[in-house]
Every structure is written in structure tokens, then in C-alpha cells.
């Protein structure tokens, strides 16, 4: 019902950069907000940022100033772009939507398949 297509993820060194990309398509009706979440091994998951639909964002407190978060309403798509990354940085980095389906009113988060993040020298 929706399809998430992740990209962008994958080996980068410390103080590099990456860009994620996220495109969510199927019969969504509404898309509240979009956003990132990482999970570390043995940690739990954990927001990254989000943004809204009227573009307001949220970040955490450990990326802000290095990670910017932005949307494009029309192709239904997130992007996240990743500066002066670090090894702390590594996870696997899950794409989600907070959206109305054209068979439900309720709004719910659906979830991305998963992209690597690497950080290391």
C-alpha cells in the first residue's frame, strides 16, 4: 500500500558527507511529516530529524549544525544531507512518514527498509 525507496547510504570517513534520499509513493492521501531515525548496533532507534508539512523541522541535539533535513512535497520525498560526519554517526538509517492512506483516515508511520551508514577510517 506504500513503498519506500532508500538511497544514499554507505562508507564514508570521518568529517565526510552524505546525502540521504527517501521516495514514499502508494495511495497516500495526506503526509504529515517525514523524517530519519538510526538505529546503532545494541541501541535503540532513535530520531534524527523530522520535518513537517509546513516545513518546520526537528533535529537531534547531536546533529544539529551537521545534518540538514528537507523535503519535496510533489514527488512525496525527505532528503537528508549529512556534513562533517563522525564515527558516532554509524547505524542503519530508516526513512519515515507519518501519513493518511486512501483507506484509512488515522494517521500512521510507515517505515523504510533501512540504508547503511558507515563512519570510519
Known amino acids: 500500500q506504500v513503498q519506500f525507496v532508500e538511497s544514499g547510504g554507505g562508507l564514508v570517513q570521518p568529517g565526510g558527507s552524505l546525502r540521504l534520499s527517501c521516495a514514499v509513493s502508494?495511495?497516500?492521501?495526506?503526509?504529515?511529516?517525514m523524517g530519519w531515525y538510526r538505529q546503532a548496533p545494541g541501541k535503540q532507534r532513535e530520531l534524527v530529524a523530522h520535518i513537517l508539512s509546513g516545513d518546520s523541522t526537528n533535529y537531534a541535539d547531536s546533529v544539529k549544525g551537521r545534518f540538514t533535513i528537507s523535503r519535496e512535497n510533489t514527488k512525496k520525498s525527505v532528503f537528508l544531507q549529512m556534513n562533517s560526519l563522525k564515527p558516532e554517526d554509524t547505524a542503519v538509517y530508516y526513512c519515515n512518514a507519518r501519513l493518511q492512506t486512501a483507506s484509512s483516515r488515522i494517521y500512521y508511520d510507515y517505515w523504510g527498509q533501512g540504508t547503511q551508514v558507515t563512519v570510519s577510517s
Open positions: 502508494g495511495s497516500i492521501v495526506t503526509i504529515a511529516r
